[in-house]
């Protein structure tokens, strides 16, 4: 896309987050540092700016089917502290794709920092796909951080799948992410994370599975490396006779520390509830059976890693 | 001559697994590695490819000394590997595994015809993870399509009938005699499969770490085996 408000670094920042060609073909509300630069609207879909706080309501009308909306934030502005409301009220029988990234380019020395609050109010039968892909890249000493908040209400009869990623840059993140379902809805949620260096990550799931036949899905896979270190907590709160499964699947390296804590509470005798959480090493076998095909140990620990984290 | 196995001796918790092991093998041969279990068959073909290095001997392969050779240059020089209990993964799938076999780009329909010849109706597994989702049965005609891609001088199976039924492997005894035909390479089989054993140009005998006896499908078969009813004779028609 070509713009006065963008200039190349921005460019490559939003081309990491979101697909840069797909943007101008949906609504679309690009915000750097701080700031709305760039804004789009469409006959089902409308984007308002908040009067109160900084952020931004996202209208989608009832019966949109398969539209794009991007909410894109890039922060190249060192020592910028970004607090951003996005509120998305999605109508009744909707289905669309909602994909909001956030890239951090810092070179210097003060951190910079995008704290992004996103509420969906999903109507009956809504149906969201919601792509979150967090990135920060950038040759100073400062830190990036992400702290993304996630709340998720869903009406009878409406779903979310909601997949998140953060591979390359983030040096510190607190990712809270709440679901509250009602009867027939469905959550799913699905987080790749890579952290190397002094990296840390944390990661807190609350869902109150409300409703009858409401389930939920949330599954975690992270990679930690270097002297990086992650958290996982999952609370999943059974209320009606509902179904809920989480997973988290750790692969740990070097000097590098995962914790994970999955809490399941069945409140209603109809709830049925699974976790489950590993943490481990690559499995040795797994990569003597890539060497034998060709590969070095450390083309086989990226193609283990890689899939791992597709 | 593609292999030859000097003096190889291999000791665990004080037992010689593998004791004084010397071998030759010609070029375009297939062998059939037999004998019972903890005879140290599996070790054997394990120092071939260099899963598990000699405590002394030597390994000489296509001419060149590769006895402290990592297992990937190895399979660089030419030698492939079927596991006998077939390793899953999360998140690669066989389209993945069948790229990275291949070495070189192939196409869904290349990988689909790989997986056609070890019987499996390859829409339905092409895009699938390589993970307990599939059967063992599955999981080894997999194993063994990644095995057949390379085309290499050497192939070695780690006994191919554990873990998938009689029916299902007599269908693929015909994929083993067939592979060893494309690539004009040598094969050696742990088997202990009668039909294996009887297609096989020799058989090894293994016992004790030690190589007990070599010779052709008929003598061993003859000699050793039938008389001591070790080997399964049973037959499956389909």
């Not at chain 1, 840059?169 to 952290?195: A, C, H, P, Q, Y």
């Not at chain 2, 004998?35 to 390994?59: A, F, H, Q, R, Y």
Request: charged letters at 30%; one cysteine or more.
């Amino acid at each position: 896309m070509e713009s006065k408000n963008l200039n190349e670094i921005d460019e490559q920042l939003l081309s990491e987050v979101s697909n840069l060609e797909n943007i101008t073909k949906g609504a679309y509300n690009i915000r750097k540092n701080g700031k709305g630069v760039e804004r789009q609207v469409t006959e089902n879909v409308n984007i308002v700016t908040k009067k109160d706080v900084s952020g931004i309501d996202i209208y989608v009308k009832e019966n949109t089917k398969f539209e794009f909306i991007h909410i894109p934030v890039i922060i190249t502005e060192s020592g910028l502290k970004d607090l951003v409301y996005n509120d998305f009220h999605i109508g009744k029988n909707a289905n669309v794709i909602i994909i909001a990234g956030c890239g951090i380019h810092n070179d210097h020395h003060k951190d910079a920092e995008h704290d992004g609050i996103h509420r969906f109010y999903l109507e009956e039968g809504a149906k969201v796909r919601y792509i979150e892909k967090h990135y920060g890249e950038g040759n100073g000493d400062g830190k990036r951080i992400l702290n993304p908040v996630t709340e998720v209400y869903l009406k009878a009869g409406s779903s979310l799948e909601m997949e998140s990623t953060q591979i390359k840059g983030v040096s510190s993140t607190i990712r809270e992410t709440k679901g509250v379902l009602e009867k027939d809805t469905n959550f799913v949620v699905t987080e790749k994370i890579m952290t190397d260096g002094k990296q840390y990550a944390k990661t807190i799931f609350d869902v109150q599975l409300n409703g009858e036949n409401s389930s939920t899905h949330v599954t975690s896979r992270s990679v930690a490396t270097g002297d990086s270190k992650q958290e996982f907590i999952s609370k999943i709160y059974g209320n009606e006779k509902c179904f809920a499964h989480s997973e988290c699947d750790a692969i740990i390296k070097d000097n590098a520390i995962v914790t994970a804590v999955p809490e399941i509470t069945a409140n209603n005798v109809e709830a049925n509830l699974i976790h489950e959480a590993a943490i481990g090493k690559i499995a040795g076998e797994q990569l003597i059976k890539l060497m034998t095909l060709g590969l070095s140990e450390k083309q086989a620990e990226e193609e283990i890693i890689n899939g791992f984290l597709r | 001559m593609i292999l030859e196995l000097e003096n190889i001796c291999f000791e665990r918790d004080n037992k010689k697994i593998l004791n004084n092991i010397n071998l030759q093998i010609d070029l375009g041969k297939f062998i059939a590695i037999t004998g019972p279990n903890g005879s140290g068959k599996s070790t054997l073909v394990k120092m071939i490819m260099g899963i598990e290095k000699p405590d002394s001997g030597k390994i000489i392969f296509d001419g060149k000394d590769i006895t402290n050779m990592e297992i990937n240059e190895r399979a660089k020089l030419g030698i492939s590997f079927g596991f006998q209990q077939p390793v899953k993964f999360k998140g690669i799938t066989v389209y993945d595994l069948l790229k990275i076999s291949a070495n070189k780009k192939i196409t869904k329909k290349e990988a689909c015809e790989a997986l056609a010849k070890v019987g499996l109706c390859a829409k339905e597994y092409v895009d699938r993870e390589v993970n307990g989702s599939l059967s063992g049965g599955e999981l080894k005609r997999i194993e063994i399509a990644t095995v057949a891609l390379r085309q290499t001088k050497l192939t070695i199976f780690d006994e191919p009938e554990a873990g998938i039924d009689l029916w299902s492997f007599n269908n693929l005894i015909d994929v083993f005699q067939t592979m060893s035909e494309i690539t004009k390479g040598t094969t050696i089989i742990i088997s202990h499969q009668e039909k294996i054993l009887e297609i096989a140009d020799e058989i090894i005998l293994m016992k004790s770490g030690k190589i007990k006896e070599i010779g052709t499908s008929e003598e061993i078969l003859n000699k050793e085996i039938k008389n001591k009813g070790c080997c399964q004779k049973r037959e499956c028609k389909i």
